[in-house]
Each structure stands twice: as structure tokens, then as C-alpha cells.
């Protein structure tokens, strides 16, 4: 097992996973899923953000409470499908600022295209978390990693639904730095380069697009 991949195992994650995948989910629930577990996955991804006490009055009294200790890290989502994925992260980090990387995959060659990169400057201060819902052959991960980190990230976690074992190991050892979070890892690669047995492609699936 790659020491950077984290899977995350709860029940109300499993469920939601399993509905995502069945091929019969239509495109408006599908959306709805895909940030619910965008944010299910973003509380785990953010479990090790330090914390401080600070004062607090309650209606009652007062008291020492555990607050974080920084601003919120910048949101990355990867587009199309990670705008879905990073939903979810916004819901649980409203005040947190919010990039994009819009990659496209080569049908052919399965290499990834930069068509936009768009950066908050927080980002060379608070570090950021990256959205994208497959990890697959690992070229768009690490081409996005690879783009955040030219950006001034200081640090970085990649979040995911599912991943598959070739691009887990593809990523890990291109940015050994990097933990990755997702739902599930799963069988394989089929030879078009889709993860097995997967949840097909999940842009398309989103907003309804062929």
C-alpha cells in the first residue's frame, strides 16, 4: 500500500459511492452525490489542520475552544468534473478561496493538456486542496499537482472518489509530498485507460454531456 493513499471508510461514503456508480443514477442526483461525498472526503483531507484554543463566550459563560489556527487552504478544483467534486469542499470550508485547472485528456494518448489555470494568490500562503473525482492514469493528477505547486502552494492535498492502482502509484511517486484521499481504490485500468470497475467518465455524467 502507498503510504501517501488514504482511504477513507465510512458507511455514509459507501452508500453514497454505490449509488454514484450504478449507470441508472441520473445526471441531478448525481451532482447532489458527488458534493455530498466531495464534502464527506474534504472533513477527513482536513482532519491534521492545525488548531489553537481562543476565548469564547457562550451564553453562559466563557471558555477556551479549539479553533483553527490559520485561514482556511485554497480550494482547486480540476475541471470539468472536479467543479462537482469541490461542491462539496465549499460546504465545509465556505470561507476558503477557490482555483481552477482546467486539464483535457488525449483520447488517444491519454496525456493531459492545459487549457486554463486560474489561482487565488492565498495560495502561496495557505497551501490548497485538489479535486478530482477520478485518478485514473495519474497524468492529469500530476499535471494539476505539478501546476499548483508552480503556483506557490506550500503544501497540498489531492482528493478523489475513486482511484485506480496505476495512477495511486503514478502520482505518489511523482509527488511523494502528497496525500491522497478518496472513497475507494479500485481493480484497474480497462485499455482505454477508464478505471474498473469505476463510475465511467464522471464529467459527463455530471452535467448530462456525451
Do not use: N, W
Not at 472536479?82 to 461542491?87: A, F, N, T
Not at 492545459?114 to 478530482?132: C, H, N, S, W
Not at 485499455?191 to 452535467?207: E, K, N
Amino acid at each position: 500500500m502507498v503510504p501517501q493513499l488514504h482511504i477513507v471508510d465510512h458507511a455514509l461514503l459507501a452508500h453514497r459511492l454505490g449509488v454514484l456508480r450504478d449507470a441508472a443514477t441520473p445526471s441531478a442526483r448525481f451532482r447532489r452525490l458527488l458534493a455530498e461525498i466531495g464534502a464527506l472526503l474534504t472533513m477527513e483531507a482536513t482532519r491534521g489542520l492545525e488548531t489553537t484554543l481562543a476565548r469564547v463566550t457562550t451564553p453562559l459563560t466563557e471558555m477556551d475552544h479549539r479553533m483553527l489556527a490559520a485561514p482556511e487552504p485554497v480550494l482547486v478544483a480540476v475541471l470539468r468534473a472536479g467543479l462537482g467534486l469541490m461542491e462539496g469542499g465549499m460546504q465545509v470550508l465556505p470561507e476558503a478561496p477557490v482555483g481552477h485547472v482546467g486539464l483535457v485528456r488525449d483520447e488517444h494518448t491519454l496525456k493531459p493538456s492545459q487549457y486554463m489555470l486560474r489561482m487565488p494568490p492565498e495560495v502561496k500562503t495557505r497551501g490548497a486542496i485538489l479535486f478530482d473525482p477520478m485518478l485514473a492514469t495519474g497524468g492529469s493528477a500530476i499535471a494539476a499537482v505539478q501546476r499548483v505547486k508552480e503556483a506557490g502552494a506550500p503544501h497540498l492535498r489531492f482528493v478523489c472518489v475513486v482511484a485506480a492502482p496505476e495512477g495511486v502509484a503514478k502520482l505518489a511517486a511523482a509527488h511523494p509530498d502528497v496525500p491522497i484521499f478518496t472513497a475507494a481504490l479500485d481493480e484497474k485500468l480497462d485499455h482505454r485507460g477508464f478505471i474498473v470497475p469505476g463510475l465511467g467518465d464522471a464529467g459527463d455524467r455530471c452535467f448530462g454531456t456525451e
